[in-house]
């Protein structure tokens, strides 16, 4: 359960900083605010297999 729990911690640190430094690249909406978060969603789910590896390669 704790190897969940880092691989989403992990997850929405990765999503961020990801969107930090390319920012709203995709246009997934017509407004702003939503378009930002739509990106963090898939930025999210673009690292969330790759940090579920990670982690329980990491812890094992």
Known sequence: MAAVILSFVLTLLLAGSTWLIFGSRLSLTE???M??????GAYGLTWLPIAFVVVFFGIG
């Open 31 to 33: 407004a702003g605010e």
């Open 35 to 40: 378009n930002d978060l739509a990106n963090l």
